[in-house]
């Protein structure tokens, strides 16, 4: 579910890019129209940012069914009626820094997932059997009395018409030395089971200790590629800016200014994912550690 919130996310602000994008074609097939007019520019220019906004308008479809789509998921997920709107109130930003350290987040983990608690109440129950099956290989010793206090007395001869009291006391010792191997065979399967278990533990240790690992590395890596693509995103628009200016002085063609959109909708769109991926990464960690 976390991951079809954030695709929903991710595909709604993909779609508020591809809208930005579309409007500065339409603003500049607006100028180029109007330079045409005067004309300050053949006709094929005039086509050519035609066919861009054509091409971005269909990026625009693509990005709004894949909004309906990651909805229409969220909503399935979420037992919602078909149909049903679904407004993600989440903004795509970078996620805070994790504030412990890797064996700080091992341990938690430790303490947290539900899947090593039921493993350490296996290894807890495999000793009790083992010491349950050790006791069969030692001698049992029953010690039993009583107290009776009887008119007649049946513990009392000759009998007599009048109240009498009387007690015993006993010892009882059994060793059970030929069962046909059965104690040690269950003492032996006991053990078994209870090394398995402490294996399991230990493998699950191990396995989370590389899952919190690989979870940090895809955090720091979903870091490092949003700060380039924060960096890629500032050239580009600024790349963009001065296209705009050398194009409106006549300096610049219209296929420059193109080539500077397209670029720019790419910047954007990689950091849009960038950060997705980065969002994703913090979930598997949050799930990782038992949040």
Known sequence: MTRAYWTLVTAVESLRVVDESVARVDAHLRDVRNQFAAGLLPPN???SVEAQGSRQRMLQVQARAARDVAEAELARLVGAAPGTPIEAIAILDVPPRVPASMDELIDLARRQRPERASLVKRVAAAAERNRAAAAGTKPTIGVGGGFDYARPNARIFPREDAWRTSWDAG???SWSLLDGGRTRGE???ASAAGRAAEERLAEFDS????EIRQR???IDASRAAIAAAN?????AREARRVVGDRFAAGVATSTDVLDAQVALLQAELDRTQAIAAARLADARLARAVGR
């Open 187 to 189: 003492l032996a399967e």
């Open 171 to 173: 010892v009882n010792v």
């Open 216 to 218: 940090m590395s895809e």
């Open 231 to 235: 960096d890629a995103v500032r050239s």
């Open 45 to 47: 220019d005039v086509s």
């Open 207 to 210: 396995i989370v200790a590389v």
